[in-house]
């Protein structure tokens, strides 16, 4: 076997540009934006069922509790994550390089090849258009 084709992993990052920061910071906004209006529901929602269940049974009502305040906490902890994603965009700057994710190539690899030169690829995106290759 003279040669061997692979899936290699190609990194996608993207030039930070003013129009990038605004629309990273405003997804996280409308993340944040979801979460409260999640807590809110679940707040709602916990109401109504605590008391149906106060009526049906109270060994019930402290189980049904405690899965409300788990799932409020889920809630909060990943409100928190978003907070802080949304401090580090914030502090963005514009020109600096970010990841955005991966993708996968199919390369033909003969004997003699670099292996470590093909998989350190990179796409470089601004505003959304490729403008650069990397190798």
């Known amino acids: 076997m003279e040669e061997m084709t692979l899936r290699v992993p190609v990194a996608i990052k993207s030039k930070v540009t003013d129009t990038l920061k605004n629309k990273i910071i405003a997804d996280l906004q409308q993340q ?61 700057e514009i020109g600096s390089e970010i990841a955005q994710g991966q993708m996968e190539q199919t390369i033909t690899v003969k004997i003699g090849d670099n292996l470590d030169a093909l998989m350190g690829t990179e796409i470089l995106l601004e505003d959304g258009k490729v403008v650069a290759f990397r190798q």
Do not use: C
């Open 32 to 92: 944040m934006d979801m979460v409260d209006q999640d807590l809110q529901q679940i707040e709602f929602q916990a109401k109504r069922l605590l008391s149906e269940q106060a009526k049906i049974d109270a060994q019930g009502l402290i189980q049904l509790r405690q899965q409300i305040e788990e799932e409020k906490q889920q809630r909060v902890a990943f409100k928190a994550q978003v907070a802080e994603r949304l401090k580090e965009a914030e502090k963005l």
